[in-house]
């Protein structure tokens, strides 16, 4: 692995089923942010982790969950996904939560119908 | 409120400059960055200023004006592997980025 892998790179939903996208970077950053981009809109944060074993709540957090168990991975759950949750989600990192710059994941295309 | 203000979209042609202004209103400043990003991509990070003035990096060039909230990317010697969106990003008092829409820049030949 270099960088940071999301997973699946798509999915189709059904309203009200639970999913995870998976992310694991190997750059030993502390910080991980979870974003999501809809058109016409600036990315913006769901969730967040400043290091391993703490989260915090971004700018859009509802309908979202997070975990933190380890450096690596950093999985975002939506419990019950609904169709405005439709968009595609980027994982990014960076080796701490003040200026550092922040890499990206190639993202998660996800549709709920 | 929190804004990033950035033009929709722009058309320059292949070998020629182009300038994508970004004026911002957040609260507190730790650094404005510039991403590029690809139809279908991740954003790749280009550039960060944190202090005013014009930071140069190859073909592209930022600056910052921290008492004006404004920034602008500056690239030069355009090519069309270049049509991309380009991302301002301020980073707030919280240390979170807070972003612009993006602004997607076509090269014609």
């Given amino acids: 692995i270099a960088g940071i892998t999301q997973a699946p790179t798509s999915q189709i939903l059904a309203a009200g089923r639970r999913m995870t996208l998976r992310c694991t970077q190997d750059m030993r950053h502390n910080a991980m942010y979870w974003y999501r981009q809809d058109l016409g809109l600036g990315l913006r944060l769901i969730h967040y982790s400043n290091t391993a074993g703490t989260t915090g709540k971004g700018e859009v957090p509802d309908g979202y969950s997070v975990s933190r168990a380890n450096t690596d991975d950093f999985p975002l759950t939506l419990a019950s996904a609904v169709p405005s949750q439709t968009s595609v989600y980027f994982c990014a990192s960076s080796d701490s939560q003040d200026t550092d710059t922040q890499y990206f994941g190639p993202g998660t295309r996800l549709t709920v119908l | ?109």
């Fill in chain 2, 1 to 109: 409120g929190q804004n990033i203000d950035q033009p929709t979209e722009m058309t320059a042609t292949e070998g020629a400059i182009v300038q994508i202004n970004c004026t911002y209103q957040t609260s507190g400043f730790n650094g404005l960055f510039w991403y590029q990003q690809h139809a279908g991509e991740a954003p790749t990070f280009l550039s960060y200023n944190v202090l005013d003035g014009l930071e140069e990096k190859g073909r592209f060039s930022s600056f910052l004006s921290r008492s004006k909230g404004y920034s602008y990317l500056l690239l030069k010697e355009l090519q069309m592997k270049d049509s991309a969106s380009y991302l301002c990003a301020v980073m707030d008092s919280n240390y979170q980025l807070i972003w612009g829409a993006g602004t997607k820049l076509i090269i014609k030949p």
